[in-house]
């Protein structure tokens, strides 16, 4: 079957770094999304990697592994607004998106 | 300013009853899709639409049904609502063109609550 994995919650701390891991198994691959949800809002488009490697916006980066299945989101110098869920999902061969459950980023001061 | 907008935001409804969520995009947006959100739980597909005319099932499909008689338009009704469609639901829309990443965007949600 196909399926998306990530952690369901991460804590890290206001100015820090923290990085957020995807894993997916798709029958066939087309691309993969990270979009952020503040609570009891809707989803926002952060990024869209379908080729390897890192790809950076700002303050967010999106790295992808084709080979392993893999993905993460990087948020640097964090701030407080970060406070989110982050929900990553993928393509698969028929441009059918699978998302995760997402992961809950809490920021401390 | 262009978007994607659902009605009603919120809504506690009795079970049997038949309600409509309306969903509209200005976008020009060829494919729309409904989803719904549980705590837990991915968003789950319902329905979708690739272009005006046609739909498709998603993933969790019953007691629910959409159509599409222009692009702008994207109704869910569920026919006779049961506790277990207690949810948010997200209307969304895509390009979905080649020069396009396929990127969706949702509307606000709308919270239902079958009692």
């Given amino acids: 079957g196909q399926n998306i994995d990530q952690p369901t919650e991460m804590t890290a701390t206001e100015g820090a770094i923290v990085q957020i891991n995807c894993t997916y198994q798709t029958s066939g691959f087309n691309g993969l999304f990270w979009y952020q949800q503040h609570a009891g809002e809707a989803p926002t488009f952060l990024s869209y990697n379908v080729l390897d490697g890192l790809e950076e916006k700002g303050r967010f980066s999106s790295f992808l592994s084709r080979s392993k299945g893999y993905s993460y989101l990087l948020l640097k110098e964090l701030q407080m607004k970060d406070s989110a869920s982050y929900l990553c999902a993928a393509y698969d061969s028929n441009y059918q998106l699978i998302w995760g459950a997402g992961t809950k980023l809490i920021i401390k001061p | ?115």
């Fill in chain 2, 1 to 115: 300013i262009a978007g994607i907008t659902q009605a009603p935001t919120s809504q506690i409804l009795a079970a049997g009853r038949r309600m409509t969520l309306r969903c509209t995009q200005d976008m020009r947006h060829n494919a729309m899709y409904w989803y719904r959100q549980d705590l837990g739980l991915g968003l789950r597909l319902i329905h979708y639409s690739n272009t005006a005319g046609t739909t498709g099932k998603g993933e969790v499909p019953d007691g629910y049904s959409v159509s599409r008689a222009n692009t702008d338009d994207f109704p869910l009704t569920l026919a006779s609502a049961v506790p277990s469609q207690t949810s948010v639901y997200f209307c969304a829309s895509s390009a979905r063109d080649s020069q396009d990443t396929g990127e969706l965007f949702f509307g606000e949600g709308s919270r239902l609550t079958v009692l």
